[in-house]
């Protein structure tokens, strides 16, 4: 292990490191300021527009209004694909002009990925080191995650500030705000509220107070659905959800178990299945996602003396479990990858180092391949295409490890 501490002593690495993020940083103000017409900021501005104007976006088509304005339409997001509580919240921006709204989001994403940032290396502490943290702030930044969230305007990163943010409140003993954070950014999109039930639970005190933080949350989440309009919830739900969970079939930009598990059922049947067909396959695969959540559960309940890595393996199953996980959405994995190399600095060996940098390389695999003999040999195709989900899935076995095992 000589070779590799003295590897990470030497200064080159830092300038090269800052070198590659100010040039990704450069290339990013070359090409941001045009991704103002294009998905998804214009899906949510138009959205949000026509909520101010009274008119349904679930129902009526954004085509359009997206003309008028100077948009881009995408034709297989013809409507809203958003909850009715996000677009209320941009329906403040979509009162500005496109150009001006579209420069205050991108900032918003920018201070959410700050955030992260920050509050990853405020929780570690001394055990991340100012050195260290600069490389997790590089890898981060020039990350490919973090390049679709600021291309494609998505809110990932607003939603991993959130539950950074909660863990935070609940590291600091403010268990019922932990709860009320994880709860706003649930409302926002779904899939947090998979981690609700551990923040309520963990928080510790009686069975009562815990009780009253997980019904506080909820109800929170209840005002907010009553406040913007249970009819418009019933139109996201009966619209706009099919459309968004029907996106992750027969597409390799997926990496949930559920769209594994279903993409290798149209192939059996030649992505060709009967709609029954189709929906039993769909229905296995998520059945197959919410297993993985509750057996990630029952390890936490069974293994309380570490509740960082409980909420590190929580966010990854959070991830492999959900219906719909696009590259996008590994922001929530800058703290767990920086638990993990942090606690593998303590004792490092080369195949300790080996396997940090398999699993951030995977997690990075997000484009699909191009290759004639793949694209000739589906099976495989569709396989090898989930790398990014096989680094979830080893970096859930890392922190199961972690909690089973006892620590030397």
């Given at each position: 292990?000589?070779?590799?501490?003295r590897?990470?002593?030497?200064r080159?690495?830092?300038?090269?490191?800052i070198l590659?993020?100010?040039?990704v940083?450069a290339?990013?103000?070359t090409?941001?300021?045009?991704?103002?017409?294009?998905s998804?900021?214009?899906?949510?501005y138009l959205?949000g527009?026509?909520?101010?104007?009274g008119q349904?976006?679930?129902?009526?088509?954004?085509?359009?209004?997206?003309q008028s304005?100077?948009?881009h339409?995408?034709?297989?997001?013809p409507?809203a694909g958003?909850?009715?509580s996000f677009l209320?919240?941009?329906?403040v921006?979509a009162?500005?002009p496109?150009?001006?709204?579209?420069?205050?989001w991108l900032?918003?994403?920018?201070?959410?990925l700050?955030v992260i940032l920050q509050?990853?290396?405020?929780?570690l502490g001394?055990?991340?080191?100012?050195?260290?943290?600069?490389?997790?702030?590089?890898?981060?930044?020039?990350?490919?995650?973090v390049s679709?969230n600021?291309y494609?305007s998505?809110?990932?990163?607003m939603?991993?500030?959130?539950?950074?943010?909660a863990y935070?409140?609940?590291?600091?003993?403010?268990?019922?705000?932990?709860c009320?954070?994880?709860?706003?950014?649930?409302?926002?999109k779904?899939?947090?509220?998979?981690l609700?039930p551990w923040f309520?639970?963990?928080g510790?005190?009686t069975?009562r107070?815990?009780?009253?933080?997980?019904?506080g949350?909820?109800?929170?989440?209840?005002a907010?659905v009553?406040?913007?309009g249970?009819?418009?919830w019933?139109d996201?739900?009966?619209?706009a959800?099919?459309?968004?969970a029907?996106?992750?079939i027969g597409?390799?930009?997926h990496?949930?178990?559920?769209?594994l598990?279903?993409n290798?059922?149209?192939?059996?049947h030649?992505f060709?299945p009967?709609?029954?067909?189709?929906?039993w396959w769909?229905l296995?695969?998520?059945?197959a996602g919410?297993?993985?959540?509750?057996?990630?559960?029952?390890?936490?309940?069974?293994t309380?003396?570490?509740?960082e890595?409980?909420?590190?393996l929580?966010s990854v199953?959070?991830?492999?479990g959900?219906?719909?996980?696009?590259?996008?959405?590994?922001?929530?994995?800058v703290?767990?990858?920086?638990?993990?190399?942090?606690?593998?600095a303590?004792?490092?060996t080369?195949g300790?180092?080996?396997c940090?940098?398999?699993?951030v390389?995977a997690?990075?695999?997000?484009?699909p391949?191009?290759?004639?003999?793949l694209?000739?040999?589906?099976?495989?195709?569709?396989l090898v295409?989930?790398?990014?989900?096989y680094?979830?899935?080893g970096?859930a076995?890392?922190?199961?490890?972690e909690?089973?095992?006892?620590?030397?």
């Open positions: 292990m000589n070779w590799l501490r590897l990470a002593t030497y080159l690495l830092d300038v090269g490191a590659v993020t100010v040039s940083v290339l990013w103000a090409i941001l300021p045009t991704r103002w017409v294009d998804d900021f214009n899906n949510f959205s527009r026509m909520l101010l104007e349904n976006p679930y129902t009526t088509s954004l085509r359009d209004m997206s304005l100077g948009f339409f995408v034709a297989r997001i409507i958003y909850p009715p209320y919240v941009f329906a921006l009162m500005l496109p150009r001006v709204a579209f420069v205050i900032a918003l994403e920018i201070g959410c700050i509050l990853t290396r405020r929780l001394g055990r991340l080191s100012a050195r260290g943290w600069l490389f997790v702030s590089a890898l981060t930044i020039i990350s490919r995650t679709y600021l494609f998505q809110v990932q990163l939603l991993a500030a959130f539950v950074l943010a935070a409140a609940h590291r600091a003993g403010r268990h019922g705000w932990a009320l954070v994880v709860s706003a950014a649930g409302i926002l779904f899939y947090p509220f998979v609700l309520a639970w963990s510790g005190g069975i107070a815990r009780v009253y933080r997980l019904v949350a909820s109800g929170f989440a209840i907010i009553v406040l913007t249970p009819g418009l019933r996201f739900v009966q619209y959800l099919p459309m968004d029907g996106g992750a597409r390799t930009f990496f949930s178990l559920a769209a598990v279903t290798l059922g149209y192939w059996y030649g060709n009967t709609p029954e067909t189709g929906r769909w296995l695969g998520t059945g919410l297993a993985v959540i509750a057996g990630v559960y029952g390890i936490c309940l069974m309380a003396r570490d509740p890595a409980q909420f590190c929580l199953a959070m991830l492999i959900t219906v719909t996980v696009e590259g996008h959405y590994f922001m929530f994995l703290f767990p990858l920086t638990v993990m190399a942090v606690r593998m303590t004792k490092p080369p300790k180092v080996a940090l940098i398999l699993l390389v997690v990075n695999c997000v484009d391949p191009e290759s004639a003999f694209s000739r040999h589906l099976l495989l195709y569709i295409s989930d790398i990014p989900l680094g979830l899935i970096l076995v890392y922190f199961w490890r909690l089973l095992i006892p620590q030397e």
